[in-house]
């Protein structure tokens, strides 16, 4: 099982569009149990898929509330 983010390329600067694929560099570049595995990238004229591990509780940040809350 796998995710798939989808980017709208539509818009975004070039500036964005490097940042992107400065992220898939770094996601190639990384093998660690604690960083989402990253498997490949496809594209086209209106998106961009990258295709990633599936993490079943979604990301950190949407559970970063949660953890300052408890303290």
Not at 18 to 47: A, C, F, G, W
Not at 50 to 71: A, I, N, T
């Amino acid at each position: 099982m796998v995710a798939i983010k989808t980017i709208e390329k539509t818009g975004l600067s070039k500036d964005e569009l490097d940042d992107i694929l400065n992220e898939v560099s770094m996601l190639i570049q990384l093998d660690h149990p604690n960083i989402v595995k990253y498997y490949e990238t496809y594209e086209d004229k209106r998106y961009m898929y990258l295709v990633m591990q599936f993490c079943p509780k979604g990301e950190l940040f949407d559970s970063f509330d949660h953890f300052v809350k408890k303290g």
